[in-house]
């Protein structure tokens, strides 16, 4: 099992929830390194704690397990696959996560490659948004070998609640699919919901505090409903990084032989929303979109 007392952990992404997570790490007494383009970028965490390292392959050399939260498979490709990636630099029976959303398939070649180094892998990404990562709260998905997911647990533990080993590598990477694909509709209800209530004259707070208790509860309605009645579009999860993810599931799909209608038109309105530049705010600003259609104003 691994000790906060003689574990150093690198962390590769910093952003939104990436640096929620590293600061829950440090909290729960981890010696922790982190990398970032910039290192102004990581002055909060410096000041908590946190070392910074000013390339990955100083880092990887330095650390028992690394943990990377980065934007888009062509980066985790470049982090983990390059010249001076992790599995060309990190020490012999280092563990490394991959907690972005990613494609199962390069989750397998990540797993297939770094064994072949010594290397212990795992998918795990994560669902939960800032508000999960702040709280210690995500559902953790994990695809890799059964025995690495246990010694690692105690990592999970810090970061979320709802933590599950799902199977093989890439298994993390496909639940977190059919997570994906689950809100890209419910999205999608949420915001003709509201809007409605609208158009019918009635009080849209009153209305979200009603349904969101019934058959109709979801973390989309109660959590991103609020805070579209709010006008605010902060980002929990970028716009830009949903559409990544529902391309992802619907190539998957596709591979399938699965026809997904709703995440399909998900996508259509999701890549409308980020062609009104859109692509930074958080994904409960489709309503923007939906609102738009409909001629209302918010």
């Known amino acids: 099992m691994l000790s906060a007392k003689t574990t150093t952990i690198g962390?590769?992404?910093?952003?939104?929830?990436?640096?929620?997570?590293a600061k829950n790490l440090i909290n729960a007494g981890y010696t922790?390194?982190?990398?970032?383009?910039?290192?102004?970028?990581?002055?909060?965490?410096?000041?908590i704690g946190a070392k910074w390292d000013k390339d990955i392959p100083t880092?990887?050399?330095?650390?028992?397990?690394?943990?990377?939260?980065?934007?888009?498979?062509?980066?985790?490709?470049?982090?983990?696959?390059?010249?001076?990636?992790?599995?060309?630099?990190s020490k012999e029976g280092s563990y490394i996560i991959d907690m972005t959303t990613s494609k199962p398939s390069l989750a397998e070649e990540i797993f297939s490659v770094a064994g072949k180094h010594g290397l212990y892998v795992l998918d795990a990404p994560v669902s939960g948004g800032d508000i999960g990562a702040e709280n210690g709260t995500l559902a953790i998905m994990t695809g890799g070998e059964k025995k690495v997911y246990d010694h690692v647990f105690p990592i999970f533990q810090v970061l979320g609640e709802n933590i599950s080993y799902q199977g093989p590598a890439g298994a993390g990477q496909h639940t977190k699919m059919s997570n994906q694909i689950a809100i890209a509709s419910n999205m999608i209800g949420v915001c003709e919901s509201i809007l409605y209530a609208k158009k019918a004259g009635l009080d849209p707070k009153k209305v979200l505090a009603?349904?969101?208790?019934?058959?109709?509860?979801s973390f989309s309605l109660s959590k991103l409903g609020a805070r579209m009645l709010e006008n605010d579009f902060a980002p929990g999860f970028y716009v830009k990084h949903f559409i990544k993810d529902m391309k992802i599931a619907l190539e998957s799909s596709q591979e399938f032989g699965l026809d997904t209608p709703g995440l399909r038109l998900a996508i259509e309105l999701y890549e409308e929303l980020a062609d009104m530049g859109e692509q930074d705010s958080g994904t409960q600003a489709l309503i923007k979109n939906l609102a738009y259609r409909s001629e209302m104003t918010l």
């Not at 962390?11 to 997570?21: D, L, P």
């Not at 922790?32 to 000041?47: C, E, G, P, Q, V």
């Open 11 to 21: 962390f590769i992404g910093t952003g939104v929830m990436g640096k929620s997570m």
């Open 32 to 47: 922790l390194r982190i990398f970032t383009r910039t290192k102004s970028k990581a002055d909060d965490l410096l000041n």
């Open 59 to 89: 880092l990887a050399k330095q650390c028992d397990v690394i943990i990377t939260m980065v934007g888009y498979p062509s980066d985790v490709e470049k982090v983990y696959l390059g010249d001076h990636g992790l599995i060309k630099h």
């Open 210 to 217: 009603t349904i969101s208790t019934g058959a109709a509860a």
